[in-house]
């Protein structure tokens, strides 16, 4: 079974109550793991071989980092409520909010995460396009964490027991599903973070480079967020019909939810989304004065959100097809004329939406 997920109670790397063991150490490793990699990974020269035998050697040197102990002290684990939307969605993808969370609680939830990821990789059908897009935000948020730290670099890791992936073609889909969603939310978290970060340094007239630095590390965090759905939907459509769509559903009822699941139950996206807000509001109020330099990482921000919900809805078309989506399905009463907008339909309106939302950026 996949391994449960632990993360901030707020959505917020601001919340972390800073506190280190040896995480930094493992955090380093699998830093510079990342940046070896990326050559042969993201290289010009394609060879599947070589990729394939990478993914392998990357996967075997990062496995101890999967399902390591994470220690909470009483009254850390947030207790669900399920008359409470947020609660009810993460109670479903195995997700526990933690009270007071330490950085080092949190660094090791992202390497576990990261290394599952990494593991399942090299079954999967993703394009080496979107692997590079969570490449380029493991190293943005690997730096977040390791600015001006020491950690030792002759640290070795341990062996520890691994989770066994699934062998069930209906287990691995689940599998890949919740686990798509657990790297969702935190770079989500690094995302928001970055954003804010970048909107501080606006308002108090700081450092440009650094300005630039938050909106490139924070469009990158973001896009690896869509990158992670294309993981999510790594199997057919046959099997999302017949195993993850019953399985949501299920959770539905059990929930006594009103509707289907939907991004407006998504705590860590719903908090991202208020950093995303309050970015376009300072870019708007200073636009004027923000340097070319800046805007360009403003609008390399903009085609990543406006991409992103485009691939939501070549998704929702490849695996929904025709249907609605359980948000759509939990809205149709009984004996109502039905609706013929599919759930693909719904996000391409929603892609207009985003357009709308960010024409001022690229307005003169």
Avoid at 21 to 44: C, M
Wanted: aromatic fraction near 10%; glycine fraction near 6%; charged fraction near 25%.
């Amino acid at each position: 079974m996949i391994n449960q997920c632990f993360l901030p109670k707020a959505s917020m790397i601001s919340e972390l109550n800073f506190k280190y063991n040896n995480q930094l150490d493992k955090l380093n490793l699998f830093h510079n793991e990342v940046k070896d990699k990326i050559d042969t990974l993201l290289g010009e020269t394609y060879v599947l071989t070589e990729v394939l035998a990478t993914f392998k050697e990357f996967s075997d040197t990062l496995s101890p980092l999967v399902n390591p102990p994470i220690s909470f002290s009483d009254g850390q684990i947030h207790e669900k409520d399920m008359t409470n939307k947020y609660d009810i969605y993460d109670k479903y993808f195995e997700v526990s909010r933690i009270n007071e969370m330490t950085s080092g609680q949190f660094v090791q939830q992202y390497l576990d995460t990261s290394a599952e990821l990494i593991n399942e990789f090299q079954y999967t059908s993703m394009s080496r396009g979107e692997i590079a897009f969570i490449l380029k935000a493991w190293e943005a948020a690997n730096q977040i964490i390791l600015k001006d730290k020491t950690p030792n670099v002759d640290f070795k890791l341990d062996q520890v027991n691994n989770t066994k992936t699934p062998v069930d073609n209906g287990e691995r889909a689940i599998y890949r599903w919740k686990l798509a969603h657990h790297g969702f939310a935190i770079f989500m978290i690094f995302s928001g973070h970055c954003f804010d970060q970048a909107v501080k340094g606006i308002k108090e007239g700081g450092n440009e480079d650094e300005i630039i630095d938050w909106l490139d590390k924070g469009g990158h965090l973001f896009r690896a967020t869509t990158a992670c759905m294309e993981f999510g939907n790594s199997f057919t459509a046959t099997v999302y019909r017949s195993v993850i769509r019953p399985d949501m559903s299920k959770a539905n009822d059990e929930a006594n939810l009103p509707n289907g699941f939907s991004g407006t139950q998504n705590f860590d996206y719903i908090t991202w989304r208020k950093s995303k807000v309050a970015l376009f509001q300072c870019v708007k109020e200073h636009k004027e004065n923000l340097s070319e330099a800046i805007m360009e990482k403003v609008e390399q921000f903009r085609a990543f959100y406006l991409e992103d919900m485009h691939i939501h809805s070549i998704i929702a078309g490849r695996m929904v097809g025709m249907e609605k989506s359980l948000l759509q399905e939990g809205f149709m009463k009984p004996g109502a004329k039905p609706v013929k907008l599919t759930a693909a339909d719904v996000l391409r309106a929603m892609g207009m939406m985003r357009v709308k939302e960010t024409e001022f950026i690229i307005k003169k």
